[in-house]
C-alpha cells in the first residue's frame, strides 16, 4: 500500500467516525448514545464546577431556615407541632422577611389532644361543654392557617407523574396574559397524573403554593428543575417561581412558544418585560448553581426559635425552611456536591431569577453542537492524515483549546451551554485512530519492506528505509551504483576436495561472516552463485558514498577472508583466497525476474565489467581491482596503483584499472616513490618509449619481485618490441579472455 493510499484509506476512516458521532449523538443507537449523554453529563459536571462565580450574593438577599440536626436535638423529632411552625413563621415577620417558602409538604392533619379527650367524656357533662368550647385554641393546624392568613407564606407541595393518587388542596393555577385558551393542552410540558397537597385550610390561607419536585437526570443528579408542571390542563409553579411572582406582585405570566410537528414548545417564561426564563421546550430550567453546600447564609431554626438568630439577615430577604438532615432524606446529588440540600437548589433558582443570571440551551443549541462538531471534525479527519505526528498533536491541541475556549466563553458571558463531549471526543478520536493508523502502517511497511528487502540490506536500512516508506520500492529505475563481485579462487578444486556436506557448511561458514562486512558498510546482497557474492551499494537506499563503502567492505572482506582461512587451515581443512572486482556506473536496478520466481538485482554494462575485473583479479596477481570510475568517485580517500588500460572481451573501448591499496594517510614515502615510478613507467608505455619504460619497469621489478604487474609488463615490451604498434596506438592491451 503506497502512503498516498493509506493517508486516503486513513480519511475516510475518520470521515466515518465524524459520521459515527453524528448518529451517536442523535440518540440513534441507544447503548452507545447512552454512554455518550452519561459522558455530556459529567463534562457538563466539570464545568459547573469551573466556572461557578466568586460570590453568591444576589439582588435580594436570600436566606435558608434550617431544620438540621441541631434542631432535632434543641425542638423535638420530626414533625414538629404546627403551633412551633407557626411560632417560626410570626418569627420571620417580625424580622422583616419578605416572603417565606416551604420546601415542606403538610399534607396530614395533626391530632387536636381537645378532641381526645371529649371523645372520652360524657357530651352531657359540663366538662364537655366547657372543654368544647377551648377546642378551637388547641387545633394546631388552624394556629398555623391563622399565621399564615397573616404572612407572605408561599407551601411547597409535589406532583407525581407516575402515580393518579391526590391528596390536599392544589393551590389556584397560574394565570396567562394574552395566550390562547388550547395552550395548555398543546404544550409538551409532562402531564402530572397525581399530587401531595397541604391541607385544605392550609393551601386557602397561604399566598400562594409551589411544587417542590425535582427529576434528576439518568446518573441521579439534579442539573434542571421544572418552573411549570401541568395537571388537568392547568398550569402550576414551582416553588421558586411562586416565590418571585409573590414578591414581584405579579397576577398573571406570559409564555412564549414555537410550535413544531403541531405541538407547542415552550421557549421563555416571561415575568414582565424585563424578567424572561430560558428554558427548555418542557419548561425547565438548567440550575446555575453558585457554589457548594451552604453558599448560601442558612439558621438553624432552632436559634430563631429560641431569639438568638442574626435576625438582620432575614430583613427583606427571601427566605426559604428545609432541612438538610439526613434522617429528613431531602438531600440531593448535584454537579458541585454529590450531597447537597434539596432547600439550596431553590435558593439558587431564585438567585438566577433574581440576578437574571441563568444557563439555557437554546433551540439552536443542537444545531450549533452540530456544526461545531463538524467543523472540528472534518477540519482533523481531512488533516491529519498528511501531517507528521507532531504537527497532529499541535493540530488536535489547537482544536481541543478553540473548542474548550469558545463554549467556556459562551458559559460565562452570555450563560450558553453548548456541548463539549462531543467535539472533544472526536478530536481524541480522531488523533488516536490517526496514530493508531500511523503506527500500523508503519509497522506494516517495516514488515513488507523487511519482506521485500530484508534477505538483500542489513537491518539498520531496512528500519532507514520504514521512515520513508514512499521513497522505496521493486519498482525498476536507473540510477549510478557500485556493484561488488567476490569469488572463492580455485573452488573448483576445492569442491572437488570435500564431500558435499562439507562443502555447505565451509561456505556457509565463509558467507555469514563476509555479508556480515558487506551489510556493516550499508551494502545489498544481491546474490549467492555457488562461491560466488554479488552485492551493490546505493539502493534501495539511496547511498552518496556507494563507491567508498563498496572499497571499504571489500578490503574487510579480504581481511575477514584471510582470518576465516587461518581458521579453515587449523582445521585441516583448503586454505581460501578470493578475488573482488568492483565497479560503478549507470545501471538499472529492481525487482526483475519471472512470475515464478523474482528477484531484487542490478542490470547493465558497468555490472558487467564490475564481473570481469573479478575475473581479472588473478590474472594481475591481486585481490581488488576497481573500476575508473569507482576510483574517480573515492579518488580522495585511498592510494591507488593503476594496474592497465585494458580492452576486455565484449567492450569496443579500453577500461582503466586500478588496485587501492590503502587510506592516503596510511601510504609509507617509499609506497608514494614507488606508485610516481609506476606512473612514469607507464606514459613511457604508452607513448611507445619501450626503452625508458623497460628500465623502469625492471628497476620496478627488481625492488618488488611480488608484484605480478611488472613481470607482466616487461612481457608486453618484449611483444611490442618484435611487433611494435600502430603510430595511433592509445597504450592499451587486448585480452581475449574475461
Known amino acids: 500500500m503506497s502512503p498516498f493510499l493509506s493517508r486516503i484509506l486513513a480519511t475516510f476512516g475518520g470521515l466515518l467516525l465524524v459520521a459515527l458521532l453524528v448518529v451517536v449523538s442523535s440518540g440513534s443507537l441507544p447503548v452507545v448514545s447512552g454512554i455518550y449523554q452519561r459522558l455530556e453529563l459529567l463534562i457538563y459536571d466539570q464545568r459547573m464546577r469551573l466556572h461557578l462565580p466568586d460570590e453568591a450574593k444576589a439582588a435580594v438577599p436570600i436566606v435558608i431556615i434550617d431544620i438540621d440536626e441541631a434542631s432535632l436535638q434543641h425542638e423535638g423529632r420530626w414533625p414538629w407541632s404546627r403551633a412551633k411552625i407557626a411560632d417560626l413563621v410570626g418569627r420571620l415577620n417580625e424580622s422583616g422577611a419578605a416572603v417565606i417558602g416551604f420546601d415542606i ?330 496514530f493508531v493508523w500511523g503506527f500500523f502502517y508503519e509497522s506494516m511497511t517495516r514488515h513488507r519492506l523487511a519482506d521485500m528487502f530484508g534477505q538483500y540490506v542489513p537491518p539498520q536500512l531496512v528500519e532507514e528505509m520504514s521512515r520513508h516508506p514512499g521513497n522505496f520500492s521493486f519498482a525498476g529505475e536507473s540510477r549510478e551504483l557500485s556493484v561488488l563481485f567476490s569469488d572463492i579462487r580455485g573452488f573448483t578444486t576445492l569442491s572437488e576436495s570435500l564431500a558435499a556436506d562439507e562443502l555447505k557448511v565451509l561456505l556457509n561458514r565463509y558467507f555469514t561472516p563476509i555479508t556480515g562486512v558487506i551489510f556493516d558498510h550499508r551494502g545489498t546482497i544481491d546474490k549467492y552463485i555457488g562461491d560466488l557474492v554479488m552485492a551493490f551499494w546505493g539502493a534501495p537506499v539511496n547511498d552518496p558514498d556507494h563507491a567508498l563503502h563498496s572499497i571499504q567492505a571489500a578490503m574487510q572482506m579480504l581481511k575477514a577472508t584471510d582470518e576465516i582461512s587461518d581458521t579453515f587451515v587449523s582445521e585441516g581443512l583448503p586454505a581460501i583466497s578470493v578475488g573482488i572486482g568492483i565497479n560503478s556506473g549507470l545501471m538499472n536496478v529492481g525487482d526483475m525476474g519471472s512470475k515464478y520466481r523474482r528477484a531484487y538485482t542490478v542490470l547493465g554494462d558497468a555490472v558487467n565489467l564490475a564481473s570481469r575485473l573479478e575475473s581479472s583479479t588473478k590474472y594481475y596477481g591481486v585481490s581488488l581491482l576497481v573500476g575508473e570510475r569507482t576510483r574517480e568517485l573515492a579518488l580522495d580517500y585511498f592510494l591507488w596503483r593503476e594496474l592497465d588500460l585494458v580492452k576486455v572481451k565484449g567492450k569496443d573501448y579500453p577500461v582503466k584499472v586500478y588496485q587501492p591499496l590503502c587510506l592516503k594517510d596510511e601510504a609509507t614515502s617509499e609506497l608514494n616513490e614507488e606508485l610516481q615510478a609506476l606512473d612514469k613507467a607507464l606514459l613511457a608505455f604508452r607513448t611507445q618509449d619501450f626503452v625508458q619504460s623497460k628500465k623502469i619497469f625492471s628497476q620496478l621489478q627488481e625492488d618488488n619481485p611480488n608484484i605480478y604487474q611488472y613481470t607482466l609488463y616487461l612481457e608486453r615490451i618484449q611483444i611490442l618490441e618484435k611487433e611494435p604498434p600502430a603510430k595511433d596506438w592509445d597504450g592499451s592491451w587486448t585480452r581475449a579472455d574475461k
Open 105 to 434: 409538604l403538610f399534607g396530614e392533619a395533626e391530632r387536636n389532644p381537645a378532641e381526645e379527650v371529649l371523645a372520652g367524656l360524657n357530651q352531657q357533662s359540663g366538662l364537655y361543654q366547657q372543654l368544647s368550647q377551648l377546642q378551637i385554641n388547641y387545633d394546631r393546624d388552624q394556629i398555623f392557617a391563622n399565621q399564615l392568613a397573616e404572612s407572605e407564606v408561599v407551601l411547597g407541595y409535589l406532583f407525581h407523574y407516575q402515580y393518579d393518587l391526590t391528596s390536599g388542596l392544589l393551590p389556584e393555577p397560574l394565570q396567562l396574559n394574552n395566550q390562547p385558551e388550547n395552550l395548555v393542552s398543546q404544550l409538551v410540558i409532562p402531564k402530572m397524573t397525581g399530587y401531595a397537597a397541604p391541607l385544605a385550610e392550609l393551601t386557602k390561607t397561604a399566598r400562594g403554593g409551589g411544587f417542590f419536585s425535582l427529576a434528576p437526570d439518568a446518573d441521579g443528579v439534579v442539573r434542571r428543575a421544572p418552573m411549570l408542571a401541568r395537571y388537568d390542563n392547568q398550569l402550576y409553579a414551582s416553588l421558586s417561581l411562586e416565590m418571585l411572582r409573590q414578591f414581584m406582585f405579579l397576577e398573571a405570566i406570559q409564555l412564549k412558544t414555537s410550535t413544531i410537528a403541531g405541538k407547542q414548545h415552550l421557549e421563555k417564561i416571561y415575568l414582565d418585560q424585563h424578567l424572561a426564563l430560558p428554558t427548555d421546550s418542557s419548561g425547565q430550567l438548567l440550575i446555575p448553581f453558585r457554589g457548594p453546600a451552604e453558599t448560601f447564609p442558612y439558621i438553624p431554626a432552632w436559634q430563631l426559635l429560641a431569639g438568638e438568630a442574626d435576625t438582620e439577615l432575614l430583613q427583606g430577604a427571601l427566605v426559604l425552611v428545609g432541612t438538610s438532615a439526613p434522617g429528613l432524606f431531602d438531600l440531593r446529588a448535584t454537579p458541585v456536591a454529590s450531597v447537597y440540600p434539596g432547600v439550596e437548589v431553590h435558593a439558587n433558582l431564585l438567585a438566577a431569577m433574581l440576578d437574571k443570571q441563568f444557563l439555557q440551551q437554546p433551540s439552536w443549541a443542537p444545531g450549533a453542537n452540530l456544526v461545531i462538531a463538524l467543523l472540528a471534525g472534518l477540519t482533523l479527519a481531512l488533516s491529519l492524515p498528511w501531517l507528521a505526528p507532531l504537527l497532529q498533536v499541535l493540530i488536535s491541541f489547537g482544536v481541543s483549546v478553540a473548542i474548550i475556549s469558545i463554549t467556556s466563553w459562551l458559559w460565562v458571558a452570555e450563560g450558553i451551554v453548548l456541548a463539549l463531549a462531543g467535539p472533544l471526543l472526536l478530536v481524541f478520536l480522531l488523533t488516536v485512530f490517526n
